[in-house]
T-cell receptor, first 112, second 115 residues
Framework: DVKVTQSSRYLVKRTGEKVFLECVQD?????MFWYRQDPGLGLRLIYF???????EKGDIPEGYSVSREKKERFSLILESASTNQTSMYLC???????????FGPGTRLTVT | AQKITQTQPGMFVQEKEAVTLDCTYD???????LFWYKQPSSGEMIFLIY??????QNATEGRYSLNFQKARKSANLVISASQLRDSAMYFC????????????FGTGTRLQVTL
């Protein structure tokens, strides 16, 4: 079975802190994704990566950056956390085909 | 631009009944795929079913079936014989050929199965 793990289920940070969210997948997938999920808005894509060191902006990249130094690991970075970044963050990975995405358990981040 | 619309924020269904969750989509790309995911209260997204735009038959996976009406641009999820454990959020999503396997998600429908 594909396994996608995220470093924390719950995280509380202060405004202005630098925050790292880690995601690891064990199926050698090329593609990895970071989403945020907010009530009434569904899942919105922040960034994705289709190869090591390759990244592309999604729909809401402002305030975030990413890093993919190894194929299995995709990190989301909040350079200076703000209260409007309080949300559920979901990581996913997928092979090139058939494109089904496998999700991690999510990290609920609260910025105070 | 791709768009997914789920117009039902919440639905109730009695145990053992069938329920249909609506999903309409908008794309100008002739090649696309449609997905349904389930998100129980634990938070993890679970893949349920996939339909390709060129698939001739509607997809089925156990109690889940996808009612694909291409001309209407709809991809409704049908759950037969609902069970209490089906209570969850359900998301419809779409991938188009030119988007490097990115998915566009709808806003979701919360399904509550009652006794």
């Amino acid at each position: 079975d594909v396994k996608v793990t995220q470093s924390s289920r719950y995280l509380v940070k202060r405004t202005g802190e630098k925050v790292f969210l880690e995601c690891v997948q064990d199926m050698d997938h090329e593609n990895m994704f970071w989403y945020r999920q907010d009530p009434g808005l569904g899942l919105r894509l922040i960034y994705f990566s289709y190869d090591v060191k390759m990244k592309e902006k999604g729909d809401i990249p402002e305030g975030y950056s990413v890093s993919r130094e190894k194929k299995e690991r995709f990190s989301l970075i909040l350079e200076s956390a703000s209260t409007n970044q309080t949300s559920m963050y979901l990581c996913a990975s997928s092979p090139e085909k058939p494109w089904e995405q496998y999700f991690g358990p999510g990290t609920r981040l609260t910025v105070t | 631009a791709q768009k997914i619309t789920q117009t039902q924020p919440g639905m109730f269904v009695q145990e053992k009944e069938a329920v249909t969750l609506d999903c309409t989509y908008d794309t100008s790309d002739p090649s696309y795929g449609l997905f349904w995911y389930k998100q129980p209260s634990s938070g993890e997204m679970i893949f349920l079913i996939y339909q390709g735009s060129y698939d001739q038959q509607n997809a089925t996976e156990g109690r889940y079936s996808l009612n694909f009406q291409k001309a209407r641009k709809s991809a409704n999820l049908v759950i037969s014989a609902s069970q209490l454990r089906d209570s969850a959020m359900y998301f419809c999503a779409m991938r188009t050929a030119g988007t490097a396997s990115k998915l566009t998600f709808g806003t979701g429908t919360r399904l509550q199965v009652t006794l």
